[in-house]
């Protein structure tokens, strides 16, 4: 009888077959009789269908890999009952409780089934306000949000270039927005005004280096000189890469030392060597980034200046709403 069964099992799933051959080929000639806009309409809708992943189901395995104390570091661990639908866990080192959570950027944070929808607003680059309004939450928390999100990439300028490599620097004016009170050698001025970008005085010094595969470095530059530019980027360089930059003299000896084809494009004279090397793809980056900040963000405080530069390597490598949720994590 199990032999019968298995065949007419094989009949059936063979019959199914069939049926879903002939309606995935009514669907795709319907598909292609679609406008743009009807086919997104039906995009969302398979999407909504799909089965969403809570953050403790995304990040539980983060922690399981490598599960530890927070406070001391034991692997000792003791699971030890559930707040809600958490799981929290006891050191049997130090006998403190935590869960997945604690410790990291997204400590202490509530209302995390809104998380991914937040994450997604920041994949589009929206406003505070924006995203406030979509989620459905204060623009406090929306800050607060924003800011626990990234900080653990800020800084993180760990990306190996290599191939045809294009770097420059560039500078905004240092910014107090959002304090209530300034420092005595910054006096208030309209925004976006009163800096004379010929002395470098005032202002905050960025390296931005970007490569042919989309790999990206913005290190913040204590100052905008030789030595400072060297212990920001040569460890990021991979040898016999082809470094293209400005007539500035400070990649000469980088490129040296990295054993890099260097082609220098000086003082704008020369805009494409050999129709392939230019630095016009970090320039429209920096371009966008600069574009970004003073005008839809409306200029940000120094102070922040990080989170927002490892916010605009996160979307020019196109993460999605649950690899910044990770990148997050930490």
């Not at 866990?89 to 937040?118: D, I, Q, V």
Request: proline share 2%; charged share 25%.
């Amino acid at each position: 009888s199990i032999l019968i069964n298995e065949s007419n099992l094989l009949k059936v799933i063979a019959m199914n077959t069939k049926s879903f051959v002939g309606k995935l080929n009514q669907i795709s000639k319907a598909l292609f009789s679609m406008t743009p806009a009807q086919r997104e309409i039906v995009h969302q809708s398979i999407q909504a269908l799909d089965t969403e992943i809570s953050t403790d189901e995304l990040i539980q395995p983060l922690f399981e890999a490598s599960a530890q104390c927070p406070y001391c570091n034991s692997s000792q661990l003791k699971k030890w009952g559930k707040s809600g639908t958490i799981q929290r866990y006891r050191c049997k080192g130090c006998l403190k409780t935590f869960n997945n959570k604690t410790n990291t950027p997204l400590a202490h944070l509530h209302k995390c089934h809104l998380w991914e929808e937040y994450a997604r607003c920041m994949m589009l680059k929206l406003t505070l306000r924006e995203s406030a309004d979509i989620c459905g939450i204060n623009l406090k928390t929306a800050f607060l949000w924003r800011h626990r999100f990234l900080k653990a990439q800020a800084g993180q300028n760990n990306d190996k270039l290599s191939g045809i490599i294009e770097v420059d620097e560039f500078f905004l004016a240092y910014s107090e927005k959002g304090s209530n009170t300034l420092s005595h050698k910054n006096k208030p001025r309209k925004r976006g005004g009163n800096i004379d970008k010929r002395t470098k005085e005032g202002q905050v010094a960025v390296l931005l280096s970007i490569d042919r595969s989309n790999h990206m470095i913005n290190p913040i530059l204590s100052s905008d000189t030789t030595a400072e530019i060297a212990a920001n980027f040569t460890h990021n360089i991979v040898e016999d890469s082809v470094l293209c930059s400005d007539g500035s003299w400070s990649y000469v000896a980088i490129a040296k030392e990295k054993k890099c084809d260097h082609k220098r494009l000086i003082n704008g004279k020369v805009r494409v060597i050999d129709k392939v090397y230019h630095i016009q793809t970090v320039n429209g980056a920096i371009a966008h980034f600069k574009g970004w900040v003073n005008g839809k963000m409306k200029g940000v405080a120094t102070k922040y200046l990080s989170n927002y530069l490892a916010w605009f390597r996160e979307s020019n490598a196109k993460l999605d709403k649950q690899q910044i949720l990770i990148a997050a994590y930490g």
